[in-house]
């Protein structure tokens, strides 16, 4: 029991990786940690390419030549652009620094046309329309398409295929496909190719699977045989190979409300079925005006039947340790869980479970031989295992404190009563913001600020802080 | 068994008759006795009333005339339970590639006497079965009405069992399993009194003391009172709420007749009282078959026992307990797919008192009494599903005769004829498998034959239920409105295989038995094997490499001398060459696994077919070849019906073995557990669904 709860932990902690965009992940090449050679080769092929059109584009438009070198390497390497959930290839604006005043990005205005406007599909359509309408000869088509790119998250379209088909649909038809055979050696409008890979990247990275509309438009723009086209064909292979890919599925939406959150988390760390969740607690606030002033936090426990048993074995003489907090990423939301566990009982004191020898009616439960399985049959590995004490309940709380999981043990007594004889000692770890910080000293040092996405060693690390840091043990 | 040439007289009977007569007034005026009890039915069926008790009267006149065996049948009786098994039983050696020939080799024969005495008492049986009980108005209401349960009971089947001296007929097994061919016409009433004395009064005839059996068993074997078996507890998630119980009960343990098989999950008590006379009873058993009707329980529960070294221990022990002890109550009858007439339902005991000396074998031996009850009934089920199958075979021939389809009669189809052939066969099999075991039963000395008796009821459930569902599919339409029997019939025969232990753990006991025996005589040359004995292991490899090379086995059934006669020969030599390769794999199989064998249960399943094909040839070869030699009619269809199914058995059991082979590629195991593992993992089909799509 303990060692698959410790695997679901391990596989919770994974899954706050939305399967889809960590697939994406890999597909585009931005290797994470432990990236494939495969990729890799793809993606110098592709950061080649890059500068290639980093050098066309260059002497084309004038832009800085510095520019480019620094893209490559950013792609090369696992930079923090590319752990950022934004586009890697969407290349930021440039930095104030750069112009005298503050600059703005080209068509910057289209966006701006009514700050007090809300924020929603509706307009950000309108200044897609604007631009067509202002721009009869899509003059500058590429930086507006960049800079929509960059606003799709404000405007929270960033996972609407309809909108990015739109911005697709902005470049000009049938202008930049390779009409030779040397344009098609070459890459042909590279400015213009990059933009519309960057459009498939950030539809990649949102986990937007491209439908028969995207390869209508893309063939159109840049004809049958280009990058873009390359791009979304990979996409379509191995969108669909791993969209199903994650074994723990989260709802795309995570609930709102904090008990259901729990509830969800509850149920992805316990891998019972069996198993029932308790609300021991319901949230309650002081005044209904100030949502964070809570009352009484919402209390959450699960327990399965095998797990109630195992406590109702449980040699009273020996205390049992509510620990935690622990932390649990849920897509981009952490919660903290606590668990309720015993220590290892020391080798000498376990019982060999004896088959009794009156038991079955019907035929013997074992053979009286006295040859064992040869080896030749034996087809178990021989593995060492590190074994855990057993975990008896976990819980979710709104708050940390001794008061609130001490209301959850008393709430687990109603089903456990051997629960009241045995001592439960309280090991609290430290604030939860000490949680959320990266603790120092993992393999592997962070490169960004985390964003909710790369944070699987973090409870291990929870767990692996010294005995000192524990508040003092209380009996209950 | 008298001697060797005589082969097989089941019992000598002589000077019978003076003892006869004793015995017939001491009925008589039993019977005068028991009269008035019977009377408050109603006048309008006083006469038939008087005619089917002049008939049960006749019955139990012939079965007098076999008193003198009876009591021989009686002093045997008073052995302790039989757990050592008398000789060589030749289930087991099958185990070790050998056929023990004297066991079942010539077919057990019962004496002209015997036969016309068994032939008296079918006659009535049968005339009562089909003029005066309606199966449909029983299965329909739910109930045996109460003039068919009179009827019955002047029949004195009752008391089949039970021996003469208590009031019963006293029947050997070979007469119990031609009877149960009669009454199987109703598959409510054979459940029903299959309960009461197959396992209900079992108990007392096997275990029970002459005090208790003097007091108990002649109003049993009366009918006066009737008995319940009370085994099965419910699941314990289920016992803080009494009622309904779980229906997850249903996988393990077996119903109707009442009993599970985890013997640890018993949670009845019985403690005793102060002044150490009575037992005080609590607790609640479920799936009673006859529980609402029963005055007389055989009841498990779990008593503390002091060990010899001073421990306390919990074991089980029976007890009798009488309704009148107070305490007695019982639910409300379970509504069942089939054998509806039978009343299945919770009986629940509250602190009632049982007298000391109602305890059933010795306190603490309650395993031991439940264990042989369950293992002593098995047999009778072939030749229960054997008569049910004939009269089904002769109703669907006459419609495949008299429907046309396409200008032919269904009868000139070849997937028709297919089916009927099917039929007879599996009947003709299960037939000889189970007047083969009630012949073995019958021998003296009590032999061991639980494993050929689970087999036979293995193979006759699963037969009865194919047979069924096929004659279903000839009838088409009719087959499934409620207007004709044969829906009912498929009903009735579901629950074979799930009563009296389901099948999946009878396997398991078939297999595991032989193993156990066969894995204790080959213990020392196993121990040499692995210790590298050179002589063993170059005989070993010796005997492998002349089996690949392909032996010709003979074990002296075929020949000039033979055991089979020479029409049936070919199958025996199809049978030998199998049991010698099926011992070969047993040796195999045991050095592979050892005792981790007992958790290899798809190995175990397989040996366990392997072993009942086996059965079933041996049985239909010594069948054949007996009616051969003594010409009796249609012989040659019987050949033609052994020879069949031999060849089928063989290529199965070819297969069956090349299963078990290491590394075999006809075996799924692996992939069949994994893939219910996977299933079992989500609870559910986890396949996404075929329409789905992933963009």
Same mark, same amino acid.
């Not at chain 1, 931005?30 to 080649?48: D, E, Q, Y």
């Not at chain 1, 959930?85 to 290349?91: A, E, G, I, K, M």
């Not at chain 1, 104030?96 to 950000?124: N, W, Y």
């Not at chain 2, 040439?5 to 009977?13: A, F, M, S, T, Y």
């Given at each position: ?156 379209? $960033? ?14 038809? $049938? ?39 995207? $390869? ?13 086209? &390359? ?29 259901? &959150? ?171 913001? $000490? ?42 | ?286 799936? *009673? ?103 089904? *075979? ?302």
């Amino acid at each position: 029991m303990t060692r698959k709860f410790s695997e679901q932990h391990g596989g919770a902690q994974r899954q706050d990786r939305p399967g889809l965009e960590y697939a994406a992940r890999r597909v585009s090449g931005c290797p994470s940690s432990r990236g494939m050679s495969g990729v890799r080769a793809i993606l110098l092929t592709r950061s080649l390419s890059r500068g290639w059109g980093g050098i066309c584009r260059a002497t084309l438009s004038g832009t800085p030549f510095s520019q480019v070198p620094s893209q490559i390497l950013r792609s090369l390497h696992c930079s923090a652009a590319a752990r950022n959930s934004d586009s890697s290839l969407v290349p930021h604006p440039p930095e104030p620094p750069r112009g005298p005043a503050k600059a703005l990005a080209p068509h910057e205005e289209l966006f701006r046309q009514a700050p007090e406007a809300v924020r929603d599909k509706a307009s950000f359509l309108q200044a897609v329309q604007n631009f067509a309408q202002h721009n009869v000869h899509k003059r500058g088509h590429v930086d507006f398409i960049y800079l929509a790119l960059r606003k799709m998250r404000e405007y929270g379209v $960033e996972r609407d295929l309809a909108v990015y088909n739109l911005l697709l649909d902005i470049f000009p038809k $049938e202008v930049f496909r390779p009409r030779n055979i040397f344009q098609r050696m070459f890459v042909h409008y590279p400015r213009q190719q990059e933009c519309g890979i960057a459009v498939l990247e950030q539809m990649e990275n949102h986990g937007v699977m491209p439908n028969k509309e995207t $390869e209508f438009l893309l063939i159109q723009i840049f004809g049958r045989r280009s990058y873009p086209m &390359l791009k979304f064909v990979r996409m379509k292979l191995w969108f669909s190979r791993f969209k199903n890919i994650n074994p723990f599925p989260l709802p795309r939406d995570l609930p709102q409300d904090p008990v259901d &959150l729990a509830r969800l988390g509850l149920q992805h760390i316990e891998p019972n079925l069996s198993a029932k969740v308790t609300i021991y607690q319901m949230p309650s606030f002081k005044d209904s005006t100030d949502s964070s002033d809570l009352a009484k936090p919402h209390i959450l426990g699960i327990q399965s039947p095998d797990q109630q048993a195992a406590l109702a074995r449980h040699d009273p003489a020996r205390p049992i340790f509510v620990e935690g907090p622990f932390s649990l990423w849920l897509r981009d939301k952490c919660i903290y869980y606590h668990i309720l566990r015993a220590d290892l009982l020391p080798l000498e004191e376990r019982k060999v479970e004896e088959i009794p020898e009156e038991w079955n009616l019907y035929y013997p439960m074992q053979l009286d031989l006295d040859y064992e399985r040869s080896r030749w049959d034996d087809y178990e590995f021989d593995i060492d295992e590190v074994e855990e004490g057993p975990v008896f309940a976990i819980c979710m709380a709104g708050a940390h404190d001794q008061a609130t999981l001490a209301k959850w043990i008393q709430g687990l007594q109603e089903t456990n009563p051997t629960l009241a004889q045995i001592p439960v000692v309280f090991r609290q770890g430290g604030s939860i913001g $000490e949680v959320l910080a990266p603790s120092p000293g993992l393999e592997e040092p962070p490169l960004s600020p985390p964003e909710g996405q790369e944070e699987e060693e973090e409870s291990d690390g929870n767990r692996a802080r010294d005995e000192s840091e524990w508040s003092k043990g209380q009996r209950l | 068994r008298s001697g060797g040439e005589g082969g097989w007289v089941l019992r000598k009977r002589n000077a019978a008759s003076g003892v006869g007569t004793g015995e017939w007034r001491h009925r008589a005026a039993r019977a005068k006795l028991a009269r008035p009890r019977a009377e408050p039915g109603g006048g309008a069926c006083g006469l038939r009333r008087l005619r089917m008790s002049g008939g049960g009267l006749f019955l139990r006149a012939a079965a007098v005339a076999r008193s003198w065996r009876a009591l021989v049948a009686f002093t045997a009786s008073r052995r302790p339970l039989r757990t050592s098994p008398r000789g060589r039983a030749f289930a087991k050696e099958l185990f070790l590639g050998k056929i023990e020939k004297k066991e079942v080799f010539p077919f057990p024969e019962v004496s002209q006497d015997e036969l016309n005495e068994i032939n008296q008492f079918v006659g009535p049986v049968e005339k009562f079965f089909t003029e005066e009980v309606d199966s449909r108005k029983i299965d329909r209401d739910g109930k045996i009405p109460n003039e068919t349960l009179e009827g019955l009971k002047s029949l004195g089947l009752f008391g089949m069992q039970v021996p003469e001296e208590y009031g019963g007929l006293g029947l050997s097994n070979t007469m119990y399993a031609r009877l149960g061919e009669i009454i199987s016409l109703d598959g409510s009433i054979t459940v029903m009194l299959a309960a009461h004395q197959a396992i209900g009064l079992k108990g007392i005839i096997l275990a029970g003391n002459e005090k208790q059996k003097a007091k108990y068993l002649p109003r049993l074997a009366s009918g006066e009172h009737i008995a319940a078996f009370c085994l099965t507890e419910p699941a314990r998630s289920a016992r803080a709420r009494p009622s309904p119980p779980i229906p997850t009960i249903l996988s393990s343990a077996h119903i109707c007749l009442g009993s599970g098989s985890d013997a640890a999950s018993i949670s009845t008590r019985a403690t005793l009282s102060e002044d150490k006379q009575h037992y005080i009873l609590n607790g609640s058993k479920v799936w *009673i078959t006859n529980g609402g009707l029963a005055n007389i329980f055989t009841v498990f529960a779990k008593t503390k026992i002091e060990d010899s070294d001073g421990s306390v221990k919990d074991k089980i022990t029976a007890f009798i307990v009488e309704r009148d002890f107070g305490g007695v109550t019982n639910g409300k009858p379970e509504d069942k797919l089939g054998i509806r007439g039978s009343n299945t339902c919770e009986v629940h005991f509250e602190n009632t008192r049982v007298p000391v000396e109602n305890v059933l074998g010795e306190v603490g031996g309650g395993f031991k009494v439940a264990m042989n009850i369950l293992n002593s009934g098995r047999f009778s089920m072939g030749t229960a599903v054997a008569g049910m199958l004939k009269k089904l *075979i002769g109703m669907t021939a006459e419609h495949a005769c008299t429907r046309k389809q396409f200008s032919k009669k269904l009868s000139e189809f070849g997937l028709i004829q297919e089916k009927f052939a099917l039929m007879a066969q599996k009947t003709y099999v299960m037939e000889s498998m189970a007047y083969l075991t009630a012949g073995m039963l019958d021998q003296p000395g009590f032999p061991d034959c639980s494993i050929e008796a689970a087999m036979v009821k293995v193979f006759s459930s699963e037969a009865a239920w194919q047979c069924v569902s096929e004659a279903l599919q000839i009838l088409g339409g009719s087959g499934y409105v409620k207007d004709y029997p044969y829906e009912r019939m498929l009903r009735d025969a579901r629950i074979l295989l799930i009563f009296e232990g389901t099948n999946e753990i009878l396997r398991m006991y078939i297999a595991l038995t032989g193993l156990q025996h066969a894995g204790r005589i080959l213990t020392a040359r196993v121990n040499e094997l692995k210790r590298g004995n050179v002589t063993t292991v170059m005989e070993t490899v010796g005997q492998r490499l002349r089996d690949t090379l392909g032996r010709r086995v003979d074990m002296g059934l075929t020949g000039t001398l033979g055991a089979v006669h020479p029409s049936v020969g070919d199958s025996a030599n199809k049978l030998e060459e199998n049991v010698y390769y099926f011992g070969r794999t047993v040796e195999t199989l045991l050095l592979r696994f050892g005792k981790t064998i007992a958790e290899e249960q798809m190995v175990l399943k397989r040996v366990a077919n392997t072993l009942i094909n086996l059965y079933g040839m041996t049985a239909v070869l010594s069948r054949a070849s007996r009616s051969i030699r003594i010409g009796l009619r249609n012989h040659d269809h019987e050949v033609l019906l052994a020879n069949t199914f031999c060849t089928e058995a063989y290529y199965q059991n070819l297969f069956t073995l090349s299963q078990l082979d290491k590394y075999a590629p006809e075996n799924l195991d692996e992939q069949v557990k994994k893939v219910s593992q996977q299933v079992l993992e989500k609870r559910a089909y986890i396949c996404a669904h075929p329409l789905d799509r992933t963009s």
